[in-house]
Structures are given as structure tokens and as C-alpha cells.
């Protein structure tokens, strides 16, 4: 895919409720260090209106950025699709490039990045929480950290034999449960993908130093990342998540293409952490 061509060129993040979002800042954080003259904005799109916001956008739109309950929902409007969207069923970001639509998801990287910024580049046993969009990304996720053993928690049971069809097509033994059930399992990493106010009653706390990624970040701390941080567990934000799966964003939106690198990326990257209050953390901290 070409690269963008110079002038002011508009991006978005899409969902709904939207209001919380950091994703403003940290996109504006970082084409302010490239020099970029655009515009990165927020809107409020719910269930059912995507088609509407899309027919309506017009040649300086450069991007998309995706949450709920989008990230499936778009998927039909897409021309070309990521291997990670084509596994996960679910996009979390759009490309307008050669005249085409095209969908990312860089959820997978923001896990495993946030995961990599407390010095976890590998996972054992992982027990997965939720059965929505990000759920499937997670198991992309710690597939890639090399887990040899996934229990997924949830109450859909679509969800959970979604999930179980992934874990066997990447290759990861993927056992599901229902909240409530019997768990036999003290998991190396637990990685909760349900929003912050959601804190079932079932869920292994950090008994045997195990380490928690909490995908939700605001309200912060959720109560389960409370009580880890108190047993001094080592607790991964979703804010940190955020951050990596931007990176990756603005990768796609400057170079047009996936993997790409950044000109002075290690000056962007540490402006996007000051932007959402990251600056103080380091790798392994």
C-alpha cells in the first residue's frame, strides 16, 4: 500500500460509549513529533450505525480506530483483511488507502507489548476471561508468547466454542468453562478481557505469583486489579495495552502498511506514553 501523501489528513476512533477513550491523545501525541498536520478525533458511533458514519466519509480520511461494539461489525465493509482479523474475527483498525478499506487488528500487539513492558515474553498456562471481540485477540496474543495451555472463562457458550475452534486451528490446547464451574488450574498469567465493573466471583486470584492483564483501564484500578496489586501480584494496565496497539496504528496510518517503522519511533513512542501519564514506566516495571 503507497504511503500518504502530505496535507491534513482526518482520523477517528469509533465506538460507543466513546467519551473515555485516550486514544486522541496518544495519535495526536505522536503525529505531533512526526510533524504530521493531522487530525485525530472521537465519535460516538453506536450498534447498527457504522454503515451511515462510513458512506459519509470523504478523500482526506486516513483511518479508523475501533472499539465496542464495532470491531466485528465492520468487517463487511473491509476489501482486505489482516491474518490476525482474519483469525479473531475482528478489526480494530481501518486503512483508506489505494483506493481501498482495509482492516488490522493491532490488539494482539498491544497485549503482547503491554505484557513485554513487565518483562512477561512468555506465557505457561493462561486463563482467559470473556468471550468478546478482545477475547480472540488475547488468544492471539499469548499463542504468540507460546502458551501450552489456555482455560476460557465465560458465559456465552457460542463464545466459548468460538474460542475453543481458535485455540485448535493456532494450535493451543483451549479448555472452556462456564463461571461457576470446577477449576482445577493455578494459571502462570490471567488475562481478563470483560469491562472493569465486571468482576466475577470464581476467578483464581494471584496465590501462587501468577501475573493479571486487565485489558479494561478506566475506571482504574478495576477491583480485581486492586486486589492482585494488595497480594503485590504484578498487575499489567490496559492503559498500557492502549498504547502498544497505537503504536502499532500509527505505524499503518504513516507507512500504509503493516509492520512498518516509524521515522524517530522511539521519540514517538515516549511522547505517546507522557500523553496518557505512561512516561514513568519502564520495561520491567
Known amino acids: 500500500m503507497s504511503e500518504p501523501f502530505g496535507g491534513v489528513r482526518r482520523l477517528a476512533v469509533l465506538g460507543s460509549p466513546i467519551a473515555h477513550s485516550r486514544s486522541p491523545q496518544l495519535h495526536a501525541a505522536a503525529y505531533g513529533v512526526l510533524g504530521l498536520p493531522w487530525e485525530y478525533s472521537r465519535a460516538d458511533v453506536p450498534s447498527g450505525t457504522l454503515p451511515r458514519f462510513l458512506a459519509e466519509l470523504t478523500p482526506e480520511w486516513r483511518g479508523l480506530s475501533l472499539t465496542m461494539p464495532l470491531k466485528r461489525e465492520v468487517l463487511p465493509f473491509l476489501d482486505s483483511r489482516s491474518d490476525a482479523v482474519e483469525s479473531s474475527g475482528a478489526a ?48 492471539l496474543a499469548v499463542a504468540r508468547l507460546g502458551a501450552r495451555d489456555v482455560v476460557v472463562s465465560g458465559r456465552s457458550p457460542d463464545g466459548l466454542a468460538d474460542l475453543e475452534r481458535l485455540g485448535e486451528r493456532i494450535g493451543i490446547p483451549t479448555r472452556t468453562r462456564r463461571y461457576g464451574d470446577a477449576f482445577e488450574v493455578v494459571p502462570d ?3 481478563n478481557t470483560l469491562p472493569g465493573h465486571a468482576d466475577p466471583d470464581d476467578v483464581p486470584e494471584a496465590d501462587a505469583g501468577g501475573a493479571l492483564m486487565e485489558v479494561p483501564y478506566d475506571p482504574w484500578p478495576t477491583p480485581r486489579a486492586a486486589r492482585w496489586a494488595e497480594r503485590g501480584a504484578l498487575v499489567a494496565n490496559g492503559l498500557e495495552m492502549l498504547l502498544h496497539q497505537a503504536v502499532e496504528q500509527v505505524r499503518i496510518f504513516v507507512t500504509g502498511a503493516e509492520g512498518g517503522a516509524l521515522e524517530r519511533e522511539a521519540e514517538v513512542v515516549a511522547a505517546m506514553r507522557t500523553a496518557v501519564g505512561l512516561s514513568d514506566r519502564a520495561a520491567g516495571k
Not at 518483562?119 to 468478546?132: D, P, R
Request: no cysteine; aromatic share 4%.
Open 189 to 191: 498469567l490471567v488475562v
Open 92 to 139: 480494530n483498525t481501518v486503512l483508506f488507502a489505494d483506493g481501498g478499506t482495509h482492516g488490522f487488528n493491532t490488539d494482539v500487539a498491544g497485549i503482547v507489548g503491554a505484557l513485554g513492558d513487565h518483562g512477561i515474553a512468555e506465557a505457561g498456562s493462561v486463563h482467559l476471561i470473556g468471550t468478546g471481540n478482545t477475547a480472540a485477540s488475547a488468544l
